[in-house]
């Protein structure tokens, strides 16, 4: 059998909580390849960023695991960076130095100090941020900020890059930008990412592949989405393509006529606690 | 003659300049800022003579402001004259051992420390060392002691019923205890410090531990989950990740804790000095209320003011090394 780069093999998580335990994800099960871009959608709460934050190594799977590269991952690291919604910049430390603090720990001994700087500036160039590079990050707008937040992930060499919502608290002009940004940085670079979104042109436009998860509790992967569009990608032209709408299509109705809900006997259990409110507390 | 016209010519044009730019710098200051802090401070001194003119006590009449202020000259008088006393000491020491080094080169001779009365000033400066000693011990224990209770659940569980059962304590209660176990373990032939001193700063110590200690537990305890994770992302090891990530995200809450405790620690240690006789302005004001004269009670007032505005500075020489040390430039700090 074919070793794929990205396992996620059968993982099931289970918080304890008053009422007993509470099964929040199921069986997830997906398989993501060297270079692909892989988007998880699903409705708020089914559990989408505690699947990236198992891939990350923040939580422990319950059951099954996440296999990188044929190792099991097990806890955090600088191979598989993470994009936090909420930037999550030091605000003490200046744009320069947010991304220096993960190059100074990840290349230790292997760059000189002047390769690490010309790497920051790099990588910061990379998402157009060079022009700020002293600046601090409450004198930069969300989108600079989280711009920031790219580069400095971008500069830990991921072999996979993990967004979780990067672009949830963006205006929209603001966030097609971005969104262009990492495509073409994606492009260049062939990174492996996957993305946490429950916006569904973003899912569409950016992905190689869709994967869309039904309503927790017990949550688990609905449907596998290909997207075969032609890349470079155009968003203008594209929301013209019937191709697009198609897929677009495809998503919404997963996502509102099958409510995201995949016959399967946990999700006939009544609903009392949507999942995210049991992770909310879990993560305190 | 054209020179010198053109001299005073530009003489004017500079002096009109001057004029206009200390006329910018005072319609730029806020009038409220300075009317409003003046008028609270007439309105109070004005009722306080009016209530000080009719309290009669065994000491005389009950000092009014105009009574304060001519014993806070008389205090600057006394420390003055005090200082002359101590310079025609020093001279005529040095006048006598020159004589005795001019006779016999060889001779011994000794240089004795002037011991006058301690003045006014002197009791101050005695006061702000032992507070600023007592808080510096207190915050070398309290500041790493916090970090370790934030980060650590069970070292937090394990020292919580300490905190909570020797916060509540005044420190006066632990006075004598200190007194008995410094003059029991502090014994050298040539102290750097006095004991007295000793026992006032550490009872100051005991009470600035406290909000020190909790205000960085809490601040350590609630940095931000995400810059955890980045900091556990990019695997920082353990003391990296204190030094550029827990200290730097709570030194605001650390700040909080160290102005609560310069206050409190000042407070305790006039009540200290009181209560044990160790030299400081509390020694000062129960000498004066022992003294009973007819200047007593006014002397006693411009010590507490001095108290006060001490208190006032201390607080705001730690906003302002917040101010310099903490990243969140815009903070609203009182």
């Known amino acids: ?284 | 003659m054209t020179a010198i016209t053109n001299n005073a010519q530009s003489k004017s044009d500079e002096s009109n300049q001057l004029l206009a730019s200390v006329g910018k710098y005072l319609s730029g200051i806020d009038i409220k800022s300075i009317v409003y802090p003046m008028m609270g401070i007439i309105i109070f001194l004005f009722i306080w003579s009016v209530a000080a003119s009719r309290i009669d006590t065994s000491l005389g009449q009950f000092p009014g402001p105009a009574h304060v202020l001519e014993q806070s000259k008389s205090l600057y008088q006394e420390y003055q004259a005090e200082q002359d006393k101590a310079a025609a000491f020093y001279q005529r020491q040095e006048d006598r051992n020159a004589k005795k080094l001019a006779k016999n080169p060889e001779a011994n001779v000794k240089i004795r420390k002037y011991t006058g009365k301690e003045t006014f000033f002197a009791q101050i400066l005695t006061s702000l060392k032992t507070v600023l000693f007592g808080f510096l011990v207190a915050s070398l224990f309290a500041i790493p002691l916090g970090v370790v209770c934030g980060l650590s659940d069970a070292v937090y569980k394990g020292m919580n019923p300490l905190i909570q059962i020797f916060k509540p304590v005044s420190p006066l209660a632990w006075l004598p205890l200190i007194t008995m176990v410094v003059s029991a373990l502090y014994v050298s032939d040539d102290p750097w410090f006095e004991k007295s001193f000793l026992n006032s700063a550490f009872t100051v110590a005991l009470c600035c531990l406290w909000p020190t200690l909790i205000n960085t537990a809490v601040g350590v305890a609630n940095v931000d989950k995400d810059l955890l994770n980045v900091s556990r992302v990019i695997r920082l090891p353990a003391l990296t990740h204190v030094r550029k990530i827990i200290l730097p995200a709570s030194v605001p809450m650390i700040f909080t804790g160290l102005r609560l405790s310069l206050a409190t620690g000042w407070m305790v240690l006039i009540a200290a000095e009181m209560l044990s006789q160790n030299p400081g302005l509390g020694k000062f004001v129960w000498d004066e209320f022992q003294n009973g004269s007819s200047n007593s009670l006014a002397r006693i007032m411009v010590a507490v003011l001095a108290i006060g505005l001490i208190g006032f500075a201390l607080d705001r020489i730690i906003l302002i090394a917040q101010k310099v040390v903490s990243w969140d430039k815009q903070a609203v700090l009182r």
């Not at chain 1, 959608?41 to 990236?52: A, D, N, P, Q, Y």
């Not at chain 1, 990050?137 to 500069?155: F, T, Y």
């Open chain 1, 1 to 284: 059998m074919a070793n794929h780069f990205l396992e996620i093999s059968k993982v099931g998580i289970e918080f304890p909580t008053q009422n007993g335990v509470f099964t929040a994800l199921k069986d997830v099960d997906f398989k993501i390849d060297k270079g692909e871009f892989v988007s998880i959608i699903g409705h708020s709460g089914c559990g989408k960023s505690t699947v990236l934050n198992i891939i990350a190594g923040l939580y422990r799977a319950t059951y099954g695991g996440v296999i990188l590269e044929g190792k099991e991952v097990t806890d955090p690291g600088p191979d598989r960076a993470v994009v936090f919604q909420s930037h999550a910049l030091m605000p003490w430390l200046s744009v320069y130095e947010n991304v220096a603090l993960g190059v100074e720990q990840v290349f230790k001994g292997q760059k000189t100090a002047a390769e690490m700087k010309d790497w920051v500036e790099h990588n910061l160039a990379l998402v157009k941020m060079d022009h700020a590079m002293h600046k601090m990050p409450h004198e930069i707008s969300g989108g600079m900020k989280q711009r920031v937040g790219i580069a400095r992930c971008l500069a830990m060499q991921p072999k996979v890059m993990l967004m979780d919502e990067p672009f949830g608290a963006l205006d929209a002009l603001t966030r097609a930008n971005l969104q262009d940004s990492v495509m073409e940085i994606q492009k260049e670079l062939d990174t492996t990412v996957v993305l946490i979104t429950h916006d569904v042109d973003e899912a569409v436009l950016m992905s190689d592949k869709i994967v869309m998860m039904s309503n927790g509790p017990a949550a688990k992967v609905g449907e596998i989405l290909d997207i075969e569009l032609e890349r470079p990608r155009e968003r203008v032209a594209l929301s013209k393509s019937d191709q697009f709408n198609y897929y677009r299509q495809q998503v919404l109705s997963f996502l509102y006529e099958k409510k995201g809900v995949v016959s399967f006997d946990a999700a006939k259990k009544t609903q009392q606690e949507t999942s995210s409110d049991v992770i909310e507390k879990q993560a305190g």
